[in-house]
């Protein structure tokens, strides 16, 4: 048994030391198999990616931030909790249903007090506070304007000598870019993350207007709740986008954050500045993008846009635009998706001239007009009812004519009153009040008033659908 397990003893280490010394020898077999490196060049992509980062994070990163942060203020706003019931109205009376507060960004764009940022931020509210970047000076804001087609708002404090933001220009930027978002998301003051230009011209529908404007700068930059109308920069610290919207089914970041261009917002902010409202520019006709059903009717053309309407009498229509056409420019821009060309004429006013380069048919030259068809500039008339508790104007003829409708009157700024009781979404149009058509604003308001019983409402909903809505009012 002795000579058994001393023989069992030596079998096993010898075993062992071949098993270790084939190892070894197939570690060398394997190490002198490797693919070998260039040194110069793995060196010279090491120095340029560590050059990189140094260069970008510690610097340009830096100088970016402390050029745009303290340009990026806090908003407060308080507003009425929504009524949605007679119950609602009812313990309100008793002042049981209180005020909601919200809260979002900003951005100084003068050094006298005006701020630039998104409509839906303010829309509704009763009071709005700004914060400057030190969190030390509390503002109360004014709205000097706000343009829902592209989400965007200006407001105004009582402030002399801010620190107001450069501009830079979004018709400069580009795909793959590095960018900062600025803003205060979770009530944090001046946050700051970075990320790159990831697309431009992204349409993502999330403006709720008739004719929304849609054609952001796409960015992996982290934007969370709380960044809405805060900054996006780029490494000199210019503001090239009004940080809006972010892609999630959670609403939390999750990879993709949109921004208005800055083109966009300098055109808005003088527009509102001069006129307290946006100075529109219509072309009379639609475009849509060029999908693969469009492309069968355009002859395998698949650069540009596709005129799917004209209307009568507008300027495309007097400069020989017809439905079907392709629109390839717009000024000596390529415009390859129809939030591109709605950006184009956005940065233009009635009365202006462009011209436009169809696929087939060379350059057509188009002036511009207003809602109303003219190349004047206009104001909103807006008429308020304490009892309906809203404001309410007459439509453009731009929109009669593409409704085919002789009239309607759209309803905006809804507070407690019989329209909120209704459940009337703002910005539906009134067509007909119980089959009865008005071409003046008053004396619609006037029989809406004094309505009761049985109501049939005939309308358009704010995604352009046409509604009749029947209920008793008491």
């Not at 919200?102 to 009763?126: F, K, L």
């Not at 030259?365 to 008339?381: D, F, I, Q, Y």
């Amino acid at each position: 048994m002795l000579k058994k397990y001393l023989l069992f003893s030596i079998v096993s280490l010898t075993c062992g030391f071949s098993g270790a010394w084939i190892f070894s020898l197939s570690q060398k077999t394997e190490s002198s198999q490797t693919i070998p490196v260039d040194s110069s060049q793995y060196a010279f992509h090491s120095a340029n990616y560590s050059a990189s980062s140094l260069n970008l994070g510690n610097v340009e990163f830096v100088d970016a931030s402390k050029k745009s942060t303290p340009c990026v203020v806090y908003i407060k706003t308080v507003s009425p909790a929504q009524v949605s019931s007679y119950w609602d109205d009812w313990f309100n009376l008793f002042g049981q249903r209180g005020e909601q507060t919200s809260s979002g960004s900003g951005v100084i764009v003068s050094e006298d007090g005006y701020i630039a940022t998104n409509n839906h931020v303010v829309d509704g509210a009763t009071s709005i506070e700004v914060i400057l970047n030190n969190n030390r000076y509390v503002y109360p804001a004014k709205v000097i304007g706000t343009d829902p087609s592209t989400d965007l708002a200006l407001l105004k404090i009582d402030a002399e000598g801010l620190p107001a933001i450069a501009f830079g220009n979004s018709e400069e930027v580009e795909i793959g870019e590095w960018v900062l978002a600025v803003g205060n998301p979770f009530n944090l003051t001046s946050t700051v993350t970075a990320g790159i230009v990831s697309a431009k011209g992204r349409n993502i529908n999330v403006v709720s207007n008739q004719f929304p404007i849609e054609s952001f700068i796409q960015t992996d930059a982290a934007i969370n709740p709380g960044n809405s109308g805060g900054a996006l920069v780029n490494l000199k610290g210019d503001l090239i986008g009004i940080n809006t919207a972010i892609a999630s089914r959670t609403g939390a970041y999750n990879g993709y954050g949109f921004a208005i261009p800055v083109n966009i917002v300098s055109k808005i902010i003088k527009d509102l500045k001069e006129f307290g409202e946006v100075q529109r520019a219509f072309t009379g006709m639609e475009v849509v993008d060029i999908t693969s059903e469009i492309l069968k009717r355009t002859g395998n053309q698949d650069k540009g846009v596709y005129v799917a309407y004209v209307g009568k009498d507008g300027p495309a229509h007097d400069a020989g635009i017809s439905e079907g056409d392709v629109i390839l420019k717009v000024n000596g821009t390529e415009v390859d998706s129809k939030a591109l060309f709605d950006e184009q004429i956005a940065y233009y006013r009635p009365g202006a001239k462009i011209n436009v380069t169809l696929s087939k048919g060379g350059e057509k030259k188009l002036t511009l007009v207003n809602r109303e068809g003219t190349t004047a500039m206009l104001k909103h008339k807006l008429v308020h009812s304490d009892i309906l508790g809203a404001d309410f104007e007459r439509i453009s003829k731009v929109e009669r004519d593409r409704y085919g409708i002789e009239d309607g009157f759209r309803v905006t700024n809804i507070k407690n009153g019989m329209i909120r009781k209704m459940n009337i979404p703002d910005g539906f149009i009134f067509v007909k009040l119980n089959n009865t058509s008005y071409n003046k604003v008053e004396d619609f308001i006037h029989d809406l008033e004094r309505i009761r019983g049985r109501i049939v409402i005939e309308g358009i909903h704010p995604n352009g659908s046409k509604q009749v809505l029947s209920f008793y009012y008491y």
